[in-house]
Every structure is written in structure tokens, then in C-alpha cells.
């Protein structure tokens, strides 16, 4: 069996870098542009009630401890992994302003959903480079960093749903 060395196609010692370069260029381009995008969209009130609920969460996470969360909270639907994610937002909010520009709070809450969608189109890029040449890969992180649904699900309407989807991708 030859190895890696023996088969690799001989080029420039600037080549395999300046090739990984630019992937690694076009790539932050199209999450960079996918975020831009985003910011657009986040102004937006959202679905107001849940929005809202998420923001209260935060909040009451950041100012008790974790684990009388349930007790403080009164209603609390979701499953606990995206607690630790609202009492990190609720923290940075708290450390960074104080507490009580709504409207900043409101950017915090959308901002781990719209980390997550350009997560997945790095992590989309990955799977596809691995079978497919640059420019598919490529395409396929646009596909998702500039899909309506996406853009409108995570910075305009609010939803978390990315969270989950990244993970599970």
C-alpha cells in the first residue's frame, strides 16, 4: 500500500495553502454574509411569546441559582439543556448592560439560533467537502446560511429550532 506522500500530486510548496485558504476565505465570506443578513431580520418582534418567554427565562436564570429555576420561573415547557444556553444569554446580558434595554435582551435571546444556523452551514460545508469538490461545498453552506425558512425561523420569528437541528446535524 503507498502512502498519502507517494500518491499526492506534486505542486509548489505555497499551493496546498493558498488552496486552503481560500476555501477557508470563501467559507467565512458566506457566514460572514449569512450573519449580516440575519442582523437584518432581528429588529423584528418575533413570535411575540415566546420571545418573550425566552426573555424572561434568561433573566430569571441569570438573577437565581440553576437550580431553583423551575420553582421561579412558574412555567417552564421546554427541556433543560436550552436553560444553560438562556442563563449564558442571561448572564452576558446582565454583565454587559444591566438589565434593562428590552429590545438588546430581545438580540440576545435570537443570537444563539442564529450562531447555530451558520454553524450548520459550516458544518454542511464539511460534509459536502468531504465528497464533493470546493465549490459544491460551498454551495451547499449558501444553500443553507441564505434559506428563508432558516433566516426567518431563527432571526426574524425568534425560534430556537436551529439549536436542536445543529446539534443533531
Known sequence: MRSAVETAPVASADEPLRGLTLA???????????????????????????????????????????????????????????????W??????ALLHGGTNYDLLRVFVKMPAIIMDLVSAGLIFSIVRRYASLSWALAAAALFA?????????????QVDSVAGGVAL
Open 24 to 86: 477557508r476565505l470563501a467559507l467565512a465570506g458566506v457566514l460572514l454574509a449569512g450573519f449580516l443578513v440575519r442582523l437584518l431580520f432581528v429588529p423584528a418582534e418575533g413570535f411575540k411569546s415566546d420571545v418573550g418567554t425566552f426573555e424572561s427565562w434568561a433573566l430569571t436564570l441569570s438573577q437565581n441559582p440553576l437550580d431553583q429555576f423551575f420553582q421561579k420561573a412558574g412555567f417552564a415547557d421546554y427541556p433543560p439543556g436550552y436553560f444553560f444556553i438562556l
Open 88 to 93: 449564558f444569554v442571561g448572564k452576558v446580558f
Open 146 to 158: 441564505f434559506d428563508p425558512a432558516a433566516i426567518f425561523i431563527s432571526a426574524d420569528w425568534g
